[in-house]
């Protein structure tokens, strides 16, 4: 029924290499995550009784269903995005329109297939769920029904990622645009019933949210706070249902009115004469008009001066603007409130707004290579005469200047958060000006660290990884699994009262399965001795800091001094992107695979 593309991934994803691999990975997490919230919340040094186990179950549910969940949806917009957008850069979605598939197969071809690894991966994981219910305090209907908010939304996701990727020619435009729609539906989704609350009081606007955002859905689920004659997470499969058949459906419709897009430049009638003058050559060119001088570097010139990534930048910075905007609202809305940890104020608008920023910058980084790699452009910009450095730090300045719209927010955010004095820690032998200046500084210069490591890390993966699916996909996943993987640590620690006690063994297999997951993006199929102590050095530098942010003095509320973790981070993420420069600078071939050392 769906047709030959969607029959094809059927029958190819279970063949892949990385298929049983990443499946047993998917298990193990679990596992050590499982291990891991038992000895925060219980411990082993004693026999926990029937209570303790009850109330664990729906502990250890909570915080794997959000986190799953979080990784469907990016994932599946992610996945569905590049997949249609690799087509395109390699101009083979033209082929595609122009067989006799019907535009249902297409469409839903693409974004079925793509989404099929992620589904397989969604099914693996449901029996762990039903283990669950040999702890207690967990019913079968509250599994089924996040199940079903789970399948629904990573459906959705995919269905607005493959969509946008129909709309748009660049695959960075098309990631771009997918991430910030994603979180633009979401906040909308939450500003509206805000504003209906106050508008018309009235608690029809509390069950608002749980029909259309997943998380609220999701979570009253988990609390059993739903008291409906239909469970709101039935309602909420009917949503997502209705906006799934109406993306793909409008898709279907618009597919062959935007694609291909463009004009095709038409061949001159006076182009075959040998007697052109000057003015008719300049007509009959491909691109007419004034001669404009090349720089010096024309990686750098063709990376600032022309529309590499497509028409329509603004597009993009218009929708970052409006979630920055609405983040800001949220986040600089709490600095009124009063919470139990006055301390951690500053996360609320400064870790949304730099996970968002390292997410687009990489996403231009690995594009910036991936899109010449299927645009057949790489193979022959590397047997011209431009020297390595021309070339790597072409692309790395260029990328810096497309994306400076997006570093200097989280800057200034983190600025902001110094000057209103919410950054700084308990000292008392300081002077209220070091209180804030020490770790402002120290912020900032950890978030401008960051930046540059997923910067060089987007132009690593691309160039050692010929797929280029599975290099947006790793990037983006290194940079998504990084963030969630540090704040799954950071609510761990804070549930269990900021007291390490025999977490340490559990803490150390969750590291373990973080460096080997950077080892494995790191390396590729060319492992090398820098990058295996860079995938050691920047798990343990991470996890580091974040001890010393939360219990840097055990038994009391005080950090320890900001700027010791703040040079762990920049010392870590410093040597690993040298252990990417490093080999491109002075071995390119080498270091890109296109011969060996020996020879």
């Known amino acids: 029924m769906l047709g030959p593309l969607f029959n094809r991934e059927l029958q190819t994803v279970p063949r892949r290499e990385r298929h049983h691999l990443v499946r047993a990975a998917a298990l193990l997490f679990l596992w050590v995550l499982g291990i891991t919230a038992w000895q925060a919340a219980v411990g082993f040094q004693r026999d926990a009784s029937l209570g303790e186990i009850a109330r664990f179950g729906p502990l250890l549910f909570q915080i794997a269903a959000l986190m799953e969940l979080t990784l469907l949806m990016f994932f599946s917009v992610v996945s569905a995005s590049s997949t249609v957008s690799q087509e395109k850069d390699r101009k083979t979605f033209l082929l595609l329109l122009m067989t006799d598939l019907k535009d249902y197969e297409i469409v839903l071809g693409k974004m079925l297939g793509s989404l099929l690894p992620i589904v397989t991966l969604f099914t693996v994981t449901i029996p762990f769920y039903m283990f669950l219910l040999l702890l207690g305090g967990i019913g079968l209907q509250q599994i089924l029904q996040a199940m079903v908010i789970m399948f629904a939304t990573a459906i959705a996701a995919g269905s607005l990622g493959a969509l946008i990727a129909l709309w748009r020619d660049k695959t960075y435009q098309s990631l771009a645009l997918s991430v910030l729609a994603l979180m633009l539906y979401l906040m909308l989704v939450q500003g509206v019933r805000l504003l209906g609350n106050l508008a018309f009081p009235s608690p029809a606007w509390a069950q608002f949210a749980g029909y259309f955002d997943p998380f609220t859905a999701l979570i009253r689920v988990l609390k059993a706070t739903d008291q409906s004659v239909v469970p709101s997470a039935w309602i909420f499969l009917a949503v997502m249902s209705g906006i799934t058949i109406f993306l793909n459906s409008f898709g279907i419709l618009k597919l062959r009115k935007w694609n291909p897009s463009g004009e095709t430049i038409k061949r001159s009638e006076i182009e075959d004469s040998e007697e052109m003058d000057a003015e008719q050559r300049a007509k009959a060119h491909a ?123 989280p800057l200034l955010v983190a600025l902001y958060y110094g000057y209103r004095g919410t950054l700084a820690y308990t000292a008392p032998d300081e002077s209220v000006l070091m209180k804030n200046f020490a770790p402002t500084l120290a912020l900032v210069g950890t978030i401008t660290i960051l930046i540059s490591f997923v910067l060089t890390l987007g132009l690593h993966v691309a160039l050692r990884t010929e797929n280029s699916r599975l290099a947006v996909v790793n990037t983006l996943g290194t940079v998504f699994f990084i963030s969630i993987g540090t704040l799954i640590s950071i609510y761990l620690i804070v549930i269990n009262g900021g007291s390490l006690g025999n977490q340490l063994l559990s803490f150390s297999a969750f590291l373990g399965l973080g460096i080997g997951g950077l080892w494995f993006v790191f390396s590729g199929d060319r492992p090398a001795p820098a990058l295996t102590i860079a995938a050691f050095l920047c798990p343990l530098a991470v996890f580091y800091s974040v001890l010393n942010i939360l219990i840097g003095k055990p038994g009391s509320l005080e950090s320890s001094d900001p700027l010791v973790p703040a040079m762990v981070i920049a010392s870590a993420f410093g040597f690993t992107m040298s252990a990417f420069l490093v080999p491109l600078l002075t071995e390119f071939d080498v270091a890109l695979g296109r011969t060996t050392a020996n020879e």
Do not use: H
Not at 310 to 336: N, T
Not at 364 to 392: H, M, N, W, Y
């Open 287 to 409: 691109a007419p008009g004034k001669i404009r001088e090349v720089w010096e570097n024309p990686i750098l010139w063709r990376e600032m001066k022309t529309l590499a990534y497509g028409r329509k930048p603004l597009l993009i910075k218009l929708a970052y603007g409006i979630v920055l905007a609405l983040i800001c609202y949220y986040g600089f809305g709490q600095l009124q409130s009063n919470f139990d940890r006055p301390d951690y104020v500053a996360a609320y608008g400064l870790v949304p707004i730099t996970v968002l920023t390292m997410l687009l910058v990489a996403a231009q980084a690995v594009t910036s290579i991936t899109s010449e790699r299927d645009g057949k452009c790489l193979d022959l910009l590397l047997v011209t005469d431009l020297k390595p450095k021309e070339f790597i730090f072409g692309k790395l300045l260029g990328v810096l200047y497309n994306t400076k719209e997006f570093i200097i927010p």
